[in-house]
């Protein structure tokens, strides 16, 4: 079982990477484009929008949201411009180049969780 969850995180570290060269793509389409960009940029944020350490919905991001995500782009992004989006990303891959990170999108979850916990403050105060 071990081995099949192992097997399976490859098989997605792989298609967010693809994922990530097919929004660069001319012919990838401009709503695929823009999940795509989503997903990724979520994918490669340092900090989770559910943090792990709580029980249960900590992993409910990395087990079901992120999967998901990337299984609708994938649906929605042509054959041929995933193909070659795969290759760009198993050179990428077997070249060992470092995981991009995307500060921006790690940016955008610190902002959420601040406003949510302002709101909670509002909400608890009034």
């Not at 029980?55 to 193909?83: E, H, Q, S, T, Y």
């Amino acid at each position: 079982m071990l081995q099949i969850l192992r097997r399976w995180a490859k098989l997605m570290k792989g298609d967010i990477v693809a994922l990530w060269f097919a929004c660069r793509h001319p012919r990838t389409p401009r709503h695929a484009k823009l999940l795509a960009v989503l997903v990724v940029a979520y994918a490669f944020s340092p900090i989770d929008l559910i943090p792990d350490f709580i029980p249960v919905l900590g992993f409910v991001d990395d087990a079901i949201l992120l999967p998901l995500g990337i299984w609708i782009v994938l649906k929605l992004i042509p054959a041929p411009v995933m193909a070659e989006s795969r290759a760009q990303a198993q050179a990428w891959l077997d070249a060992r180049k470092p995981k991009p990170q995307n500060v921006v999108a790690a940016a955008v979850v610190v902002l959420l969780w601040i406003v949510l916990a302002w709101l909670l403050w509002r909400w608890l105060t009034d």
